[in-house]
């Protein structure tokens, strides 16, 4: 299973050329699930093939979102320009997120992108640390993985904020990173509880899903670390 999660690792940072035997190996298998099963896999197959073009298309996004720019300044200056229109997103449209901007000591934006091949799920994102009292910037890369929770085929792309109580807590995450891999996805809201926004061990993590920002008990599955290239 180790080796699967490695596949899909590379499809996903490969880029389009490294993918397309591995996206045309999935249409395919579409073609002969139509051939075996008989009455009925056309959908199979359609649906298959609807996975491996949103796989396309996430690695094609995720080529563009790991790019560097010609210099790290302008590389930093796309990823501080990203960070500033997802945070003015959260902001605008959960108030409780915004009340708690107002009294945290930083914040860190990502953006990333995931593809799932049944039963793995891998991914890579790129975000900003920012200090409110210093207003010092800290560059952060993001990875994610896991294996038995994925269903299907199909690539995602998530957005997410995670504010911070106190200084010491946004510089533990900057100097130390911050390993959730071996956390329990857990979310509050509307889907699950009635949970307040609030701050958890220091820590507070606004994820956009299709339904909206909502608020995650952690970021289950996922390793943040200090980018060497941009600091």
């Not at 940072?13 to 045309?24: N, R």
């Not at 099963?37 to 959908?43: D, F, S």
């Not at 996430?58 to 997802?86: G, M």
């Amino acid at each position: 299973m180790p080796r699967m999660l490695l596949f899909v690792a590379a499809v996903l940072l490969g880029g389009p050329v490294a993918a397309e035997g591995v996206l045309d190996k999935i249409k395919k298998g579409a073609a002969n699930a139509a051939d075996v099963v008989g009455q009925g896999a056309e959908t199979v197959g359609e649906t298959i093939d609807k996975g491996a073009k949103a796989v396309e298309g996430t690695v094609d996004s995720t080529t563009e979102l790991l790019s560097n720019e010609a210099t790290p300044e302008e590389t930093r200056a796309k990823l501080d320009t990203l960070a500033t229109q997802i945070l003015d997103q959260l902001l605008a449209e959960n108030p409780e997120a915004h009340a708690l901007y107002e009294v945290c000591a930083g914040y860190a934006v990502f953006d990333s992108r995931k593809v799932t091949v049944f039963p793995v799920s891998a991914g890579y994102g790129r975000g900003v640390a920012v200090s409110k009292d210093t207003g010092q910037h800290t560059y952060m890369n993001m990875g994610t993985g896991g294996v038995g929770g994925a269903i299907g085929i199909g690539g995602f792309e998530s957005k997410f904020v995670i504010m911070f109580e106190t200084p010491a807590d946004l510089d533990k995450f900057i100097t130390q990173g911050y390993d959730a891999t071996a956390e329990t996805r857990a979310m509050y809201g509307d889907e699950n509880t009635t949970e307040t926004v609030r701050f958890t061990d220091g820590r507070s993590f606004f994820e956009l899903s299709k339904k909206g920002w909502r608020v995650a008990a952690g970021a289950s599955g996922s390793k943040f670390w200090k980018s060497p290239e941009l600091n």
